[in-house]
């Protein structure tokens, strides 16, 4: 069965770093976004990406936060200079066309700022 | 905009016990619901899904729920709790922009 894969599972990096997560979205969805989930809080809308631009973003998505679509597969979301509280889990997801509402989501991954 | 209520950060039942998470949501428009379950160390897996139609829905592993307009609630059950099905529990509404909004997420824990 088709699935969502992030890499890395697990990043590490220092404050004012830059950081960038990867997705790769199941192969025929067109509709791919971003969530994170703060330890022990709820998971939270990013970006939503259709098109090649951005759909809708949360206010949690500042100028800091950027995504791109650099070839046919990836979806990645670039973080310029990362802060402690951007500690999280960040999900990616996908959907097919035509049926947005079923949003299959990756294992995550895990940035750690220190 | 819209939100959801999930009663009940953690939830303890027993092996064979009748399992109810609960959910409420508020939307200004008929919402798209979702119960998506994640295991530790892993995604958010779909259970199941409302979006129109009949309102009690049968999703994977034995979980359905039902949407009751009037209570504005999405509820789950399960009529027998397995060990396997410890875990976290996230009840979502999606909105006309396509981005789902969550609930703070239940801990099932299943007693032997």
Redesign the interface.
Known sequence: EPEVTQTPSHQVTQMGQEVILRCVPISNHLYFYWYRQILGQKVEFLVSFYNNEISEKSEIFDDQFSVERPDGSNFTLKIRSTKLEDSAMYFCASTRQGVAYEQYFGPGTRLTVT | AQSVTQLGSHVSVSEGALVLLRCNYSSSVPP?L?W?VQYP??????LL?Y?TGATLVKGINGFEAEFKKSETSFHLTKPSAHMSDAAEY?C?V?NA?????????TRLMVKP
Do not use: E, P, V
């Not at chain 2, 922009?97 to 997420?105: A, D, K, Q, W």
């Open positions: 798209y979702f998506y160390n892993q995604g958010l897996q779909l899904k979006t996230f979502a999606g922009g396509n981005m789902l909004t969550f609930g703070g997420g």
